[in-house]
């Protein structure tokens, strides 16, 4: 993942060169994305109707639902049509659809972006600055929930409307542990005491690991690091932004967790991409605990498995959790457009419309009013452990939304890997991926 987003990254600096040699803006009567197709659900249009292109990336079953919230937007707000077009493009390839948008000046008013893209995109004027809109109370700021907020804020501005909120906690398998006669992981407990118990219900008779870590060198090995990093007082970036701030005993302490899981044998080092072999291994009752998120718990149940949900451990008494937040990002089709897609989104984000996309997202709540959403203390219920995932949402920090991120990300990665397959101890790891990250900031810089 992390060298396929470094190529869309040189491509997107490309498009916001062009960009900028053109001078390009929106204009109201362009149609962004090759004309809306419109979904007609507010009954005839009148002369002042704006329409506005919504790529949203989604699967067949949440287009549904978001077809039919479009209609019910429609019918209150007959003055603007929203597309009922995913962009052609699943969520993945979303920033590539863009890119490409970017350098032919055609892009659409909403598209699905992933937090830790939309640095790129404001490197572009084409992407809507929303300081005004939050300042004369168009956006109602606030109400979003802080990691939330974190991850469609670059340089202090935002720049999107929050659209996905998750974060990382253990989910352990209660049948393995009755099993093996080890009680169940508290819900406050050390690294230590994490390591421990991973070595009490290993049980290579039977094919079962302790837990599991990704070890593709991606971001998804990656990002699962960063609160154990935080934990220690460390950071991703240093506070003026010109190295890393992971150095020294902060990526250590976390990278020798890693390193103490492999030398103990506990740990299962999943190769493929997704995860997807940690999640069929949990659900095979051959893998104790798994660090994942809520998106996970569906597949549990449907899977079978009695699972139980504990926080992240920790160093301290503080379970720092990492989420990795995606955002609804608006482009500069001209004010008219911008304006609309702005009014669409703040009714999304609403509690009854917000309660419809978290059902069928695997969102957690992004707003700090969804309780008065009819439904919600049901919805919070409706799945073992999305409860508590929800309340760690308050433990939860996000990665640097910041241009340099897949560099740092690559660095990492790597160490990790090196110390999964024994390659390399913690110390010299992290010292590698220091000095690697520093070094593409330099020259960045």
Known sequence: MAKKRLILMAALAAAVAALALSACGGSSSSSGGGGSSGSGGGGGESENTVEIEFWHGQNDRIAKVLDEMIDEFE???????????????????MMQKVTAGLQADDVPDIAYIFGSDLASFAQSEKLANLSEAVKNGEIDWNNFVSVAQEAATVDGEPRAFPSLVDNLAVVYNKKIFKEEGVPFPPNEMSWEEFLKIAEEVNDPS????????????????TWRIWPLVWQKGGEVLNEDGTGVGFEGEPGEAALEVVQK?????????DGTAGSERMQQLFNSEKLAMNITGPWALVEYLEAGVEYGVTLLPSFTDE???????????IFDNGEEREHAAIEFLDWFSEPEQQLKWLEVSGSLPLTKDIGKAPG??????????????????????????VTSYPEISTAMGKAIGEVLYKKSDAQQAVESAASAANQELELAG
Do not use: C, M
């Open 376 to 401: 919600y203390a049901k919805f919070q219920n409706s799945i073992p452990g999305l409860k508590a995932f929800i309340d760690n949402t308050a433990n939860a920090k996000t990665r640097p939304t």
């Open 261 to 269: 899981g492999t030398e103990a044998g506990t740990i299962y080092i």
């Open 206 to 221: 039977k094919g079962i690991a302790g837990w599991a870590w990704p070890g593709t060198g991606d971001e998804d090995t």
């Open 75 to 93: 019918q209150s707000h007959p003055h603007i049509v929203v597309s009922k077009d995913a962009g052609g493009v699943t969520s993945d390839r």
């Open 319 to 329: 379970h720092t959790t990492i989420s990795g937040p995606d955002t609804w990002a």
